[in-house]
């Protein structure tokens, strides 16, 4: 384990962020897990699609493997499902100490547009993707509702929207990078916050963007490049937090984020009662 001041000589020397990022994680990790994590950090994101496999939504789970790191020899796996988690692998996702997570959507506006996919990250777990239809998923919203998992997100008030409004549940256990980069850097421009530019900047690491992001997310069967897009999403959001983390510690902003996270339910279910601003005079 380092220290903190081992922490901060690391930090404020010139490596690879991409490295720097990877230690970092294995400090919260428990023994055992630091080769995954480096089998994560080293550009996945290139490497999700595995051409030439049958993609199974209503059934059974398939997961796709990723290639395997050569110095660690474990792999990343990416599993499609559709209507909710199957109960194994909510289990695992509910033993997490920390789950990635993202939505993709039909829109930006919660009153009108629908949920269509959740992807979740964790590290002992993997990516699961999951195709949403008109109803309530109970496993993924009984996780979104515990208080045991810490659920990491990227903009979490749009994402919470959606799934508070559609599911009416009270997310509880919230963290956000976007607002941990905004406490950090409070008067840059709002395109430095982007999950692109933050994973880019921090782990160095290149997200793709493109055409996909604006593509018909409700379809049966995800095509590769959604499913590379989606597990992109949530690949990188752990460690960037852990990056952050870091960085408040050294700034003495932990308590004010702390705050700003535990705020973020109550956020959202003000504005989705339409209340106007309750804390103006």
Not at 30 to 55: F, K, N, T
Not at 87 to 111: K, N, P
Not at 146 to 157: D, G, I, L
Not at 172 to 193: F, G, Q, W
């Amino acid at each position: 384990m380092l220290s903190n001041q081992q922490m901060d000589q690391l930090t404020d020397a010139a490596v690879d962020p991409a490295m720097l990022a990877m230690t970092m994680c294995c400090q919260r990790s428990a023994p055992g897990s630091a080769s995954l994590w480096a089998c994560r950090m080293r550009g996945l994101v290139g490497r999700l699609g595995i051409p030439g496999q049958a993609e199974v939504w209503d059934a059974a789970r398939m997961p796709e493997h990723l290639p395997a790191d050569s110095s660690s020899g474990q792999q990343a796996t990416v599993q499609a499902f559709r209507g909710d988690l199957p109960a194994d692998l909510a289990s695992a996702f509910g033993a997490a100490e920390r789950v990635a997570w993202d939505v993709e959507t039909t829109g930006l506006d919660w009153r009108q547009d629908r949920l269509a996919t959740c992807q979740l990250f964790a590290e002992e777990t993997g990516v699961a993707i999951v195709g949403l239809d008109e109803r309530t998923p109970p496993r993924l919203a009984a996780l979104l509702e515990s208080q045991a998992v810490e659920k990491v997100f990227h903009h979490a008030p749009f994402d919470l929207r959606f799934m508070a409004h559609t599911w009416q549940v009270q997310p509880e256990a919230i963290r956000c990078t976007k607002v941990a980069s905004k406490l950090l850097e409070p008067r840059a421009a709002n395109e430095t916050h982007s999950l692109q530019r933050l994973v880019d900047r921090y782990l160095g690491v290149t997200l793709t963007k493109g055409a996909v992001r604006t593509s018909d997310w409700t379809v049966s069967s995800l095509t590769p490049e959604q499913r590379d897009y989606a597990a992109s999403d949530v690949l990188y959001l752990l460690a960037l937090l852990d990056v952050l983390t870091a960085a408040m510690d050294r700034q003495h902003l932990a308590r004010l984020y702390d705050d700003c996270c535990a705020f973020l339910p109550a956020r959202v279910a003000l504005e989705l009662a339409d209340y106007p601003d309750v804390f103006a005079y």
